[in-house]
């Protein structure tokens, strides 16, 4: 058999990572604060690179805790905001880590629908009415992960006024935003309403996954709250991590390996636009904007554990769309095209074109 | 006032750190496995430096997982091996993050004497004659934090029979193995009993605590659970703090790191002893044999809460030996010579004999 094909691992492949540029920085770092890199820090993360990112959001560095990865953010702001059966929103489909997370911590948790424009606000509004009072709402509103979809300027707008109207806190989940292909995010959350949003990213996306670099932008007593987590759980975060990370940022060279994972990443997700059209003309989609996913359905009725079967014997994988539900998500499937060359992609989308027939023929 | 200078943290100071040689080793890194350094790991680890760490204990990478540092790998093992109620024996006095931890899971902490050559066996055998049923001991073999004290090959045996005899873990917290100023350290417990030891350590004295690169070491089973753990809390550790002190370990620079930091821990610790004897005549101590920390009893009566106030109006900062144990501590101190220059330490004591007087005169 041919080597695999991974559609299923949300990772960048290795020539879109700037490794020269990261070696430059570790050498740039070591030798500019050595002191500040080696030693002990606090828990509040390496102070330039604190401030760097509250520059980029026009906050003060209070606001900011800079994290070993964006999931260990997370963990906090769960362990910080959420008691055993709390109410928390979350999108339908979701991260699939996010939902073990909250499950974990006895959340009880009420999924709700996700359309081409994001969350499904009157599906929200109906849950609201129906009495539910929601500590939280898990939101990732650009190229979502499973759904590629993002949230649009107004229901952004809604979904504040929805949560200062019933005191929930949104929770926004933000590691992709950079990678948008053509046009203008809409503003952040955050940005517009402060008080009402937590706000999360990374520098997984941006630099490499294995830096294991997040953060969240907050209002500062909440920040002073999850510091003191952090601090029980670890002292200080990666310091040498962090510093290398700032020097990437500084010297400009994120901005440079931001174009090159864009350019790659619209590439690859307009060859596999196109690769499913002509392959598997049965597959519906909403083609990305940026990030990088793709959710596809299938007609209903096709069987998806079948597939994913009859993937793996032809040497492609993906992940089934019912890991990133409550319930259903019976008939789609999540195509991560990050790790992927365009020819790679062709080739799995024949490989899983043909596995889709002798599902199809077979139901 | 003259700087301040610091006898209260445990961390080196930079002139003992090998600058040059972690930015070679991050150098080398990116060179060698630039894709598994820059792509998301696994909770396990960084597959090669798990394997020089199992070649080190001569047990295979199975028993071993690497982590953000030892503090994040004793927050999984609790997370583990701990529920709310267990019994669980500590060391008094013994490192306060890890009281704090262990009290925030609701454990009943059995705090047992240390002498000068580690616990007293006696009183943990009067402890579990009581009725006690701990599930864990926690033991910080080779020069205590915060005490100085090795526990000998003697009472490791014992505590190894008794741990077998009444069903509980030894927890073995190791991170200070390495510094010893002359002779040999007894064997691991974990070497002696893998069957009864779990075994933490860190890269923390030996490359540098801004890497934060710990690990424990235990039976596959335990190993298992805790990946499981750390999976559900960061996906993986940091993959390129991990290749660095990968390359620094196996190019050789770590033993040469080794024994600066030796060698300039027992100039420090000769330089502080002599000090305190000739300026504090009334100190009581033990000359430690390795290590960062010195345990200092003061004559009973002495006010060390009004003699920390009287240091610090002088410069001159120590922790008090309350915040090591659960009540107590009132005339005892930890001083940390790992931060100080010899000079540093001659000017410290004088202030600190100053403050002395001072305290002593008023009582």
């Known amino acids: 058999m041919a080597s695999t094909i991974s559609f299923a691992r949300g990772a960048p492949s290795l020539d879109i990572v700037d490794v020269d540029g990261l ?34 959001h026009g906050v003060r560095p209070e606001q900011v805790i800079v994290t070993n990865g964006s999931m260990q953010a997370d963990a906090f702001l769960f362990d910080a905001l959420v008691a055993d059966g709390d109410a928390v929103v979350v999108e339908r489909p979701t991260y699939d880590r996010t939902l073990l997370s909250l499950r974990r911590r006895g959340a009880d948790v009420h999924a709700v629908g996700l359309e081409p424009d994001g969350l499904d606000i009157a599906e929200l509004e109906r849950l609201l009415q129906s009495g539910a009072r929601p500590k939280l709402a898990h939101i990732i509103p650009n190229f979502q992960n499973p759904a590629g979809y993002t949230l649009s300027a107004a229901k952004r707008e809604r979904l504040i006024e929805l949560a200062r109207a019933h005191g929930f806190t949104i929770f926004e989940d933000d590691p992709y935003v950079a990678l948008r292909f053509t046009g203008e995010s809409p503003a952040t959350m955050v940005s517009r309403a402060p008080d009402a949003v937590v706000y999360a990213s990374s520098f997984s996306k941006t630099v490499c996954p294995g830096i294991r670099v997040g953060y969240l932008v907050g209002q500062p007593e909440l920040i002073t709250r999850i510091v003191a987590l952090a601090t029980g759980a670890y002292i200080s975060p990666n310091m040498v ?11 400009g060279a994120i901005d440079r390996s931001i174009e090159t994972v864009r350019e790659a990443l619209r590439e690859r997700a307009s060859v596999l636009c196109r690769s499913l059209s002509e392959h598997i ?30 993937a793996v ?26 790790g992927v060359t365009p020819a790679e992609i062709q080739e799995g989308v024949r490989r899983l074109a043909d596995a889709y027939r002798e599902v199809a023929a077979a139901s």
Request: glycine fraction near 12%; hydrophobic fraction near 40%.
């Open 281 to 310: 003309p049965q597959a519906r989609f909403v083609e990305p904007e940026g990030g990088y996913f793709l959710w596809v359905d299938l007609p209903e009725g096709t069987d998806v554990d079948a597939l994913f079967d009859a």
């Open 23 to 56: 070696r430059a920085a570790a050498d740039q770092a070591f030798s500019s604060d050595p002191g500040g890199m080696t030693g002990y820090g606090t828990a509040v993360g390496y102070p330039p690179l604190r401030e760097w990112i509250a520059d980029r």
């Open 241 to 251: 991590a962090q510093a290398i990370v700032n020097q990437f940022c500084r010297s």
């Open 313 to 338: 014997a032809r040497g492609v994988q993906f992940v089934k769309g019912s890991d990133f539900v409550l319930e259903g998500g019976a008939s789609s499937l999540r195509l991560a095209y990050s």
